[in-house]
């Protein structure tokens, strides 16, 4: 939920004579490897090469035709699922909700919104999706809840009460017994406005980092600690295969309640946000040393659970925007204290820019930042404007995409994706305020037009409501335009598709040795317009790599310098209607081309 605002295949193989294999006549470290093997030889840690599909669930499919996608809809298109490659689905939070922002303030934190089903729904999900060797990932919220659970209700019931302590209240500023007095300090909601709010019933403030409705737990109680570690506990004995932590970083604020710094812009000036606010940063409320012992403590909980007959562990992602991989790095904790497996390395997919240098450089920090640990690359969530509206440039749309899900899977690590991705959605935010349903958008218009854009009903055909529910049903956010065209049935049946393209990726990331387990480094480094890569285990072969991001064709030449036998190269995979190419020597890569070779 964390709102960031700144965020065809060649079966022949052909004998060439070339140079040296694209890696400067050096063989690749092996830093990764041991563990690598040892993870694909009995899947112990299934989750270091695989592929993650983000579920928004009230838009993916409804089965009942209320006009909200449910449990019942997800489990229908599980077989869909399997055959574009999925290992996790990551379901964004399914608990009973008031559905202020739709989901991510909840009331409840053991059980299911009876928009999306049961807990019987719940458990024939996670049953089929294990028959298709897929695992359910549960979003775990806990920096804050909704202002309607009962913990917090109880907590603005009067001072004294023993759930009081549960959540973040102060005094405010120069407060008497006839004043509220002003608001603790400067702090500001990343929904908009002051993170403080007034209840009159025990004339305190309440905090809260997101939106009104959703008031911010005590991290330094340790009954929070003790009570979602029940909560994990309860959905770990149902079967689920990890979790994604929502904002995690967000845990804890500065217990002095010292003022945020105003941001300055170029020229020295503070400036305003999309809210009409006085921008600051949020150093004292994000990123603080304690989060760091609680993960510990989730940890050392999971750990303690079997695989629910998964071969290996469940698994727990982080929702971690940070300024740079070394803060990245600290969020995997040590050997003796460790934290997440697949923090989310936000700082690759959210360049928000076909920058070669920059994703050239970001990539190497995640191969060479972060030890042994694997990175979580991601590019796309329900919390920010889709590929299209972040990369795209209108006439070469589906191209650009293209290079960004081959940077994706085709890159040492884990992959996350967002439903739709694979057809290419595109973001399509609403015309009018009065159509606005997130509360980011309702407060920010018609800067900020908030989130409805990117969670629109998923296109799986050419038909009124595109198959997400019934014809007749009105759907929770209206159907794009663009479903006419851009829906999974027709993309099935083309096979220069991007759905086609992503199935390929995904297959040849768990069939290819060097994709699945092998190292990456970076090539033709001086190059500012394509960005080259190769991934190589400790066998003869190698895999080469090379994306063009611009509109214009261009030719690389990957084979280096020094002379060395010949080698076999085979095309692995191409932008459809490309040539294979004469040699290493000479790629030749059309406008936002792309080339995945193999050579022995």
């Known amino acids: 939920m964390h709102w960031t605002k700144h965020i065809a295949t060649c079966a022949a193989a052909l004998l060439i004579g070339v140079a040296p294999f694209a890696v400067g006549g050096q063989t690749t470290p092996t830093t990764h490897m041991s563990k690598m093997k040892a993870a ?4 112990k840690d299934w989750w270091q090469n695989a592929v993650i599909y983000e579920i928004y669930p009230r838009s993916f499919q409804d089965s009942n035709g209320d006009g909200i996608g449910d449990l019942n809809g997800i489990t229908k298109r599980l077989d869909y699922l399997r055959d574009l490659g999925v290992d996790a689905v990551w379901l964004s939070p399914i608990y009973p909700s008031p559905q202020v922002d739709f989901g991510y303030d909840i009331s409840d934190y053991q059980n299911i919104d009876p928009q999306y089903g049961t807990l019987a729904d719940f458990d024939k999900l996670v049953s089929e999706a294990k028959k298709r060797h897929i695992r359910v990932v549960m979003d775990m919220v806990m920096n804050h809840s909704s202002d309607k659970h009962k913990w917090f209700l109880e907590s603005r019931s009067s001072r004294t009460n023993p759930y009081r302590d549960w959540y973040v209240w102060q005094d405010g500023k120069g407060q ?4 509220k007095g002003e608001v603790p300090n400067n702090w500001q909601s990343d929904f908009g406005h002051s993170a403080w709010e007034w209840d009159e019933k025990t004339r305190q403030y309440y905090y809260h980092k997101f939106y009104i409705q959703q008031p911010d737990f005590n991290w330094d109680n340790p009954k929070v600690h003790d009570a979602f570690k029940d909560i994990i506990k309860f959905w770990l004995n149902r ?15 500065d217990p002095n309640l010292i003022d945020d710094d105003v941001m300055k812009d170029k020229d020295g000036k503070s400036f ?26 989730v940890r050392a909980t999971m750990d303690t659970f079997g695989a629910n007959g998964f071969p290996g562990t469940r698994v727990l ?25 697949l923090p989310m390395d936000t700082q690759v997919g959210f360049i928000n820019k076909l920058d070669v240098a920059a994703f050239r450089a970001k990539l190497t920090d995640a191969e060479t930042q972060l030890g042994s640990n694997t990175p979580l ?21 589906t191209d650009i995409q293209r290079v960004i899900a081959t940077m994706l899977f085709a890159s040492r690590g884990t992959s996350l994706f967002y439903y739709g991705d694979e057809i290419g959605m595109k973001t399509t935010p609403p015309t009018r305020k009065e159509d606005v349903k997130d509360p980011v958008g309702l407060t920010g218009w018609p800067k900020d037009k908030g989130r409805d854009g990117e969670r629109t009903p998923m296109q799986w055909e050419a038909t009124a409501n595109a198959g997400f529910t019934t014809d007749t049903a009105k759907p929770w956010l209206p159907v794009p335009p663009s479903a006419s065209t851009i829906n999974v049935q027709a993309e099935k049946a083309d096979p220069n598709s991007l759905l086609a393209w992503y199935r390929s990726l995904t297959k040849l990331k768990k069939s ?61 995979l191409k932008t459809p209607g490309a040539a294979d190419p004469a040699s290493l020597g000479a790629i030749r890569l059309g406008p936002y081309g792309v080339y995945i070779g193999e050579a022995k």
């Open 40 to 43: 694909s030889a009995n899947g």
């Open 176 to 179: 008497t017994e006839t004043s």
């Open 239 to 253: 079967g689920v295969g990890g979790f994604r932590f929502d904002a995690i970083t967000t845990l804890y604020e």
């Open 272 to 297: 305003t946000n999309a809210y009409g606010d006085i921008a600051l940063n949020d150093t004292r409320t994000n990123n603080l040393p304690g989060v760091h012992p609680v993960m510990q403590e």
């Open 317 to 341: 992602i982080g929702e971690t925007y940070l300024p740079n991989v070394a803060e990245l790095a600290k969020q995997y904790g040590t050997s003796d204290k460790p934290e997440f497996q």
């Open 377 to 397: 690359f991601v590019f796309d969530n329900h919390d920010n404007a889709r590929l299209d509206a972040r990369y795209g440039d209108g006439t070469h749309d």
């Open 512 to 572: 290819n040795a060097d994709l699945a387990r092998g190292d990456e480094k970076m090539l033709d480094t001086d190059n500012s317009k394509v960005l080259s890569w190769e991934r190589h285990t400790s066998g003869t072969s190698r895999v080469v790599v090379a994306v063009n991001f611009t509109a214009e064709a261009q030719t690389v030449n990957l084979a280096g310098g020094a002379k060395m036998p010949a080698v076999h190269l085979q095309t692995l």
